[in-house]
C-alpha cells in the first residue's frame, strides 16, 4: 500500500524535504522556485506532486513537510485534495502537514467559499496559511515562512520540534473555532 | 482586505446575523463528529436558502407596472445608506437632478434649475418591490428625452432607467438609525455616462457610495440551483451555463445548455429538504453536471471559472449583470441580490 508514512525512511544529513501538492502546477513551480532562492543553512530539497499517492518506483528522501496547495477559485483543486488526503498515514497530522489556500484576494473568482477550506485545516488539526501565489512578493514571503516551517519539521532548530510548533500555532488561531 | 475578516466567524450563534450560517461549508459529517469529541451539545446550522415562493407579490399589485422592471440587462451596484431621502420630495429630486445632468452635460456653462432642457427626470415609488414590511419603498429613476415641439406632449423616449430597492434587508435595516434608508440594491439600464453622472448626484446629495456589486462563481451556483428549483408551468429559455476557462493568449469559453425540463428533474433527485436549499445540495448538483460533462469530454469543469448562467427565471453574469424573465420570482430574485449587496457594504 502506497500509503505515506513520515519515519519509514532515515533522515539525509542536513537535508529538509518539502512536498508541494495540488493542481495547480504553475504556481506550485513558482512556489518551488521561490523557496529554493531562499538562504537556509540546510539543504532544501522541493518536491511536486498533482495528487497522492506517489509512484512507489522513485526513491525519495524522507520527507519532513506536506504542503497541500488549494486554489480557491477551482473546485477541482480542493476535490483533488481531499482525495489525496487518504492516502497519509495518521502521524502526518502531527505537525507535518500543513494546508495553503490561494487566490482569496480576487473574491469574484472564487467557487470555493473560504470557510471550507477553514473547515478542512480544522478538521484535519494542521495549520492553514492563505496566500496569493500569483503576486510575487506574496509569494517570496510565504516561502521565507515554508522554508523555516520546513526547517522545524526537519529537526534542524534546536528546542522547537513539528508537535511543539502545532501547539503554538494553534493557540493563535481564531478561539472561535472551537465553537464550531 | 475585507475578505478576511468575514462577520461570518462570529463566536456566538447569533440570531440576527443570519448571513454566517450561509456560508459555513463543513459538512454534517464532521460537524457531528465536533460536537461528539467536545461532548456538547451542538446545534447544527448547516447554510440553507428559502426557494423563491412565487406568490410574494402583494395583491394590490399591478404587474403592468413590473414590465419595465423585466427583460431588461441589468447592471448591480451596491449602495450604502441614504442619508435623509424622502418619498414625498420627488418633484424636486426631479428637478435639482435634470439640472444637475444638464450642466454636467454642458461643463463650464452656468445652468438655471428650471430652464427648459431636452430631458427630464422622473422619479416614482415601484409599490410592491419589497420583502417584508420593514423594508423600505423601492423606487425607479428614469431619464425620458424630451420632445423639442411644445405640441406634442407625448412622453420622450426612455433614454436611461434605474431603481433602487431592498428585499428582506433585516440585517442591514436593524443595524441602521432613523435618519437613513436603506436600499442596498440598485439596478442601472442605459448609457455608462449617465450611470455615472446620477451616481455622483446621490452620492453628492445623500452622502452614500455606489460600488459595482460582482457575483462570484460560488453565488452563480447558488442562484442556478435556486433558479432551477423553482417551479415554472412552461419554460421560456433553455438553462445554459457559462464558463472560462483561463489559459493564453485568449481564454476559452465553454457554454453548456441543458433543456430546462431535465435540469429540474436534475434537482428534483438532489433536492431533500423541502422547501429550502442547501450548500450540499447546491454542491451535489453541479457535481452532477461537471461529472457527466467530464465523461463525455474528459475536461474538469470544476476547475475553470463559471461566468454566466442562464435559467428561464432569470440570467446573471459574474460582472454583476442581470436579467429577470420571470415576474413571478422577482422578488425571491430580489431578495438573494439584497443579500450580496447587504453583505458587500458591510
Given amino acids: 500500500m502506497s500509503v505515506l508514512r513520515p519515519l519509514d525512511r532515515l533522515p539525509g544529513l542536513n537535508t529538509a524535504t518539502i512536498l508541494l501538492v495540488g493542481t495547480e502546477d504553475a504556481l506550485l513551480q513558482q512556489l518551488a522556485d521561490s523557496m529554493l532562492k531562499e ?95 500569483e503576486i510575487e512578493d506574496f509569494r517570496a514571503a510565504m516561502a521565507q515562512r515554508l522554508v523555516r516551517l520546513l526547517q522545524i519539521c526537519a529537526g534542524h532548530v534546536p528546542g522547537v520540534s513539528a508537535l511543539n510548533l502545532l501547539s503554538l500555532l494553534r493557540g493563535s488561531e481564531n478561539p472561535s473555532l472551537e465553537d464550531l | 482586505m475585507d475578505s478576511y475578516d468575514a462577520p461570518e466567524l462570529t463566536p456566538r450563534q447569533d440570531a440576527s446575523s443570519r448571513l454566517k450560517d450561509f456560508f459555513i461549508g463543513a459538512t454534517p459529517l464532521q460537524k457531528r463528529l465536533e460536537s461528539v469529541r467536545k461532548q456538547t451539545s451542538f446545534i447544527p446550522t448547516p447554510p440553507r436558502r428559502k426557494i423563491p415562493q412565487g406568490s410574494q407579490l402583494q395583491e394590490d399589485v399591478d404587474p403592468q407596472k413590473f414590465a419595465v422592471l423585466l427583460h431588461k440587462q441589468w447592471t448591480l451596484y451596491s449602495l450604502t445608506p441614504l442619508y435623509k431621502f424622502s418619498y414625498t420630495d420627488f418633484k424636486e429630486y426631479s428637478k435639482l437632478l435634470t439640472a444637475f445632468i444638464a450642466a454636467e452635460k454642458k461643463k463650464g456653462l452656468a445652468v438655471e434649475v428650471g430652464d427648459d432642457f431636452n430631458i427630464k427626470v422622473i422619479f416614482s415609488t415601484l409599490m410592491g418591490v419589497k420583502g417584508t414590511e420593514r423594508d423600505p419603498e423601492a423606487f425607479l429613476v428614469q431619464i425620458l428625452s424630451k420632445s423639442q415641439l411644445p405640441s406634442e406632449h407625448k412622453e420622450g423616449k426612455v433614454l436611461w432607467t434605474g431603481w433602487f430597492c431592498c428585499v428582506f434587508g433585516d440585517s442591514l435595516l436593524e443595524t441602521v438609525s432613523e435618519d437613513f434608508t436603506c436600499l442596498p440594491l440598485f439596478l442601472a439600464n442605459g448609457a455608462e455616462t449617465n450611470t455615472a453622472i446620477i451616481g455622483t448626484w446621490f452620492q453628492k446629495t445623500f452622502d452614500c457610495y455606489f460600488r459595482p456589486l460582482a457575483i462570484s462563481s460560488f453565488n452563480l451556483s447558488w442562484m442556478a440551483a435556486m433558479w432551477t428549483a423553482c417551479k415554472m408551468d412552461h419554460y421560456m429559455a433553455t438553462t445554459e451555463f457559462l464558463w472560462s476557462v483561463p489559459c493564453s493568449p485568449h481564454s ?79 422578488i425571491g430574485v430580489l431578495a438573494y441580490l439584497t443579500e450580496l449587496a447587504v453583505f458587500q457594504i458591510e
Fill in chain 1, 39 to 133: 538562504d537556509c543553512t540546510s539543504e532544501l530539497k522541493v518536491h511536486l506532486a498533482r495528487s497522492l499517492p506517489l509512484p512507489c518506483s522513485v526513491n525519495r528522501p524522507r520527507i519532513d513537510l506536506i504542503v497541500f496547495v488549494v486554489n480557491l477559485h477551482s473546485k477541482h483543486s480542493l476535490q483533488s485534495v481531499e482525495e489525496s488526503l487518504c492516502h497519509l498515514d495518521a502521524a502526518f497530522f502531527l505537525g507535518k502537514v500543513a494546508f495553503l489556500a490561494t487566490g482569496a484576494g480576487r473574491d469574484s473568482h472564487c467557487s470555493i467559499h473560504r470557510n471550507t477550506v477553514v473547515k478542512l485545516a480544522h478538521t484535519y488539526r494542521s495549520p492553514l496559511l492563505f496566500c496569493d501565489l
Fill in chain 2, 252 to 330: 476559452l469559453d465553454i457554454s453548456y445548455a441543458i433543456h430546462p425540463e431535465d435540469a429540474k428533474a436534475l434537482w428534483d433527485n438532489v433536492h431533500k429538504t423541502p422547501g429550502e436549499v442547501t450548500q450540499e445540495e447546491v454542491d451535489l448538483f453541479m457535481d452532477c453536471l461537471y461529472s457527466h460533462f467530464h465523461r463525455h469530454f474528459k475536461i474538469h469543469l470544476s476547475a475553470t471559472r463559471l461566468v454566466r448562467v442562464s435559467t428561464s427565471v432569470a440570467s446573471a453574469h459574474t460582472d454583476g449583470k442581470i436579467k429577470i424573465l420571470c415576474p413571478k420570482y422577482l
